[in-house]
């Protein structure tokens, strides 16, 4: 199957009262994971790719041919979507350009009006090549790819205004964070997400910082709207205990386990059970 766009994937997630589990891919091992994963678990996916991780590939093109070469060699049926996370207003151009079929482009960072008017033209772009948009509305907190938030609740006006545009998916606001959870966190805000439901409609809507949110308000938030669940910084930490563990226990000094194969083999079986976590928490399993 080719990669499609994740707009139907997305409708029907939010239809289904089910999420779709973004993974972040850094490389050929990351990205096989997640794709493997998919197609035994019967489960629709998003591979999401940051602008640094495609800079690390060597860029948009590079990823493009990866994925598509990959799907085609392991016979990948299910519905795929390539997405750029977190774009810049030239990220998202170059990445639609490239081939991705869905983008987000991050202007949460911009004076509101600014924000608005790049997604109004990134929506334009894409749509006309049958591209997805996801929009962002109030800082994520964390860090990620440099960009820091500190976990704003959405302005409820500015989600109705930005869900204007025409976008298909849209990430607010609602306490989240990038990167692990720290003890003195307040939770979701599931006020601020049922007000947000409330004033943009149908529209799927997205949470950023899966990792290490409770499986209870992981259910909930669901319930309230959340279609796509970005996953990336607990494959980053399983792959690099199970690399870890491997070495510490000489294990890479047996035979010829210093080859990378062997030797990032641990990583990727921990990363394929992350994401299997994953899509069974967040219900995706047999929806493909």
Known sequence: MALVSAKGILDAARDGHYAVPAININNLEWTKAALTTAQELNSPILLGVSEGAAKYMTGFKTVVGMVNGMMEELNITVPVA???????????????????????????????????????????????AGVSVEAEVGSIGGEEDGIVGTGELADIQE???????????????????????????????????????????????????????????????????????????????????????????GKDLEGKNYDPRKLLAPGYEAMKLAVKEKMEMFGSVDKA
């Open 159 to 249: 989600c109705i205004d930005i869900t204007a545009t025409g976008i298909d998916f849209l990430a607010a606001g609602i306490g989240n964070i990038h990167g692990p959870y720290p003890e003195n966190w307040a939770g979701l805000s599931f006020e601020t997400l049922t007000d947000i439901k409330a004033a943009t409609g149908n529209i799927p809507l997205v949470l950023h910082g899966g990792t290490g949110i409770p499986v209870e308000q992981i259910d909930k938030a669901i319930n309230l709207g959340v279609a796509k669940i970005n996953v990336n910084t607990e494959l980053q930490l399983m792959f690099a205990a199970a690399t870890r563990k491997f070495i510490e226990e």
């Open 82 to 128: 390539l997405h750029l996370d977190h774009g810049s207003f030239e990220g998202a151009k170059e990445a639609i350009a490239a081939g991705f079929t869905s983008v987000m482009f991050d202007g949460s960072a911009l004076p509101f009006d600014e924000n608005l008017a790049q997604t109004k033209e990134i929506v334009k772009l894409a749509h006309a």
